[in-house]
């Protein structure tokens, strides 16, 4: 699975090479892509679509997707799921950049790439009742309806046994904020 991942971000980055020679506006690709998947345009996005800037990419009914940014960021929408691309800026040289996105409403499931790495603050997650900073890890995200949403930290913990950097997430309505730190461990804000 690693190879196929591996694979998929060079093509990632010809598409980016591609893209900034014509396009400045290109920021991933679809990775995977199963049942009825749109963007706001409504147009089908299948295996290797391109995701630009500002798009709002929607996952209907018994339909999910995956999406591999430039940066090495990767989102799995679940079903019935809105999402937008509110800002992605990335250097690929230096690594510097900014991703924000909104999830609108359905379940998002993160996995943090450069930028978040370079710089966790410079990774942000709007839902209906809040935002949400994350801190170079994994972690879902599930908004509902009725403007709540519930964010999971799945990790790596502080302790974990791969040495790898433990993450966190910072989850504010705009007056309290929450910090998660523990994997499993969850919260919630509503409106």
Excluded at 94 to 106: L, P
């Amino acid at each position: 699975m690693n190879y196929l991942i591996k694979i998929l971000f060079l093509i990632i980055l010809l598409f980016a090479g591609q893209a900034n020679a014509s396009n400045n506006n290109f920021v991933g690709i679809i990775g995977a892509a199963i049942g009825d998947i749109k963007n706001q345009k409504n147009e089908k996005l299948t295996n290797g679509s391109k995701i630009f800037f500002g798009d709002t990419i929607i996952s209907n009914s018994r339909s999910n997707a995956q999406i591999l940014f430039i940066d090495q960021t990767v989102l799995t929408l679940g079903e019935d799921t809105e999402l937008t691309v509110d800002e992605f800026v990335y250097d690929p040289n230096s690594q510097d950049g900014s991703f924000i996105s909104t999830v609108k409403a359905g379940t998002v499931k993160f996995i943090t790439g450069q930028i978040s790495k370079k710089n966790p603050d410079n990774l942000e997650v709007k839902v209906p009742a809040g935002t949400l900073g994350a801190r170079g890890t994994e972690f879902v995200v599930l908004s509902e309806s009725n403007n709540e949403s519930t964010v999971v930290l799945l990790g790596p913990g502080p302790n974990n046994t791969l040495g790898m950097i433990p993450g966190n997430l910072i989850l504010s309505d705009g007056i309290n904020s929450v910090n998660i730190t523990n994997p499993g461990f969850e919260a919630m804000v509503k409106n």
